[in-house]
């Protein structure tokens, strides 16, 4: 067998054991004894995409878990997890809470004690809100700073309307962040951080009865509250035509661009086709034909790629750029030319080997280690894979021809798009 079909087998309907608790949280379990060390990766599909109109408040409440719970104060959660030399990870992503936590074998059962009283039992104290809040609104006004997250706030703007779920940036807005109440933050935890809205996947040195125990016993307490559903999406304004918008900021040295449109979600059927266009296109060696061209035969960006971001929604398919200023208008041309290149001409045959080879390949590294397997497992699960998506990785990947990369190469609106660019004024 070759190395990644080994590191492929370590993940399939026969290694790992998946169970669902009374209240509705999927556990996926995967032993591997006599390592000493346990990793758990998790979800809770509760992130900013549920923020409605008060941007950044998934975001908020992620980083208020660690500041108290019911049993513990912050100082002493953090005390007992360094005495452990446990790593405990909290982060508000679009779509979910994503949670990590690393541990030696012998603490297994109170870190993960610490873990479900975090997760289910926050108290939200006044004084931890208080000191987060100054937090999170440094972050927010450095990343208004920042013409790549401006570029990036503008680009969503443009293609997405108020209502749509993927308008805003988990950071948020300063208004939003400045106002929550601590009832706010007791509220989004109370609607959204439910069990049926949860995957833990656990990788390491447990033995899985023992350890399904333990969680049915942590999370006893926590009912389940309905059926988890996706947020309402309004439909998106048909693009007809490019729709642009600027952010000017006075004492910037570089421009960021983002040109792109609507993508596909992971479920959608041609999900390969278009991630392997994507590759070709602006990913591959040095970013792909994008990275080539404007980057390194015509200099005239500091990096350019393309980005497919497909989640349980569909998210934007973009091509990203950073160029001096000057170089705004050559930079994008360049971008288009290419872009329109390759959907005419298509891919040729060692374009399509190296990014077949890539990515087959690639998935061996993901595996090396605990927490790699404990990611690819809980991702399995999130987008619905099944256990043996391995096993039919390398086949899905190079069963996608030529043909099919062209079709969806195609598919990139090189003719209706939305372009954000973030920079100095024109000089």
């Known amino acids: 067998m070759t190395r990644a079909a080994v590191q492929a087998a370590l993940i399939t309907p026969e290694t790992v054991t998946r169970s669902e608790l009374h209240n509705g949280l999927v556990v996926l379990v995967k032993e591997m004894r006599e390592t000493g060390l346990v990793s758990v990766q998790g979800y809770v599909k509760a992130g900013a995409m549920f923020d409605g109109p008060r941007s950044g408040l998934a975001r908020f409440v992620a980083a208020m878990l660690q500041r108290g719970t019911r049993r513990y104060g912050a100082g002493e959660l953090a005390e007992i997890l360094d005495g452990m030399g446990a790593n405990l990870g909290i982060r508000a992503d679009m779509e979910t809470i994503t949670l990590s936590l690393r541990m030696l074998a012998e603490d297994t059962a109170t870190a993960l004690g610490l873990f479900g009283e975090v997760l289910t039992r926050p108290t939200f104290p006044a004084d931890e809100t208080e000191k987060v809040r ?17 570029a990036e706030r503008t680009f969503r703007n443009l293609l997405y309307p108020e209502a749509h779920p993927y308008r805003n940036l988990p ?73 642009r918008g600027e952010s000017r900021m006075p004492g910037k040295v570089q421009s960021d661009i983002v040109l792109g449109a609507s993508g596909i979600p992971r479920s959608a059927p041609d999900y390969y086709d278009i991630m392997i266009a994507n590759l070709i296109l602006g990913q591959l060696g040095m970013m792909g034909r994008l990275g080539d061209r404007v980057r390194e035969r015509q200099g005239m960006a500091y990096y350019a790629f393309s980005e497919l971001r497909a989640g349980l929604l569909a998210g934007p398919w973009l091509v990203r750029a950073g160029v ?15 872009i329109r290149r390759f959907q005419q001409d298509g891919p040729s045959d060692e374009e399509v080997a190296d990014a077949r080879d890539k990515l087959v390949g690639s998935l061996a590294v993901r595996l090396e280690t605990q927490a790699g397997v404990a990611q690819m497992m809980a991702d399995i699960e999130l987008y619905d894979l099944g256990l043996d998506y391995l096993v039919r990785y390398p086949q899905l990947i190079r069963g996608v021809g030529k043909d099919a990369i062209v079709e969806a190469a195609r598919r990139f609106p090189a003719a209706a798009y939305c372009l954000a660019i973030a920079g100095p004024p024109a000089a």
């Open 324 to 338: 001096n200023p000057a170089n705004e208008s050559a930079a994008l041309d360049g971008v288009l030319a290419e």
């Open 171 to 243: 950071d948020g807005e300063e208004s939003v962040v400045a106002s929550v109440a601590r009832d706010d933050l007791q509220a989004f935890h109370r609607t959204h951080y439910r069990p049926e809205a949860t995957l833990l996947a656990v990788v390491g040195d447990v033995s899985t009865d023992e350890l399904l125990g333990k969680l049915a016993q942590v999370f006893a307490s926590w009912p389940r509250g309905g059926v988890w559903a996706l947020p309402p999406v309004p439909s998106l304004p048909a693009l007809v035509e490019p729709r």
């Open 134 to 150: 100054g937090e999170l609104l440094t972050s927010v006004r450095v990343g208004k700073q920042d013409t790549r997250q401006m």
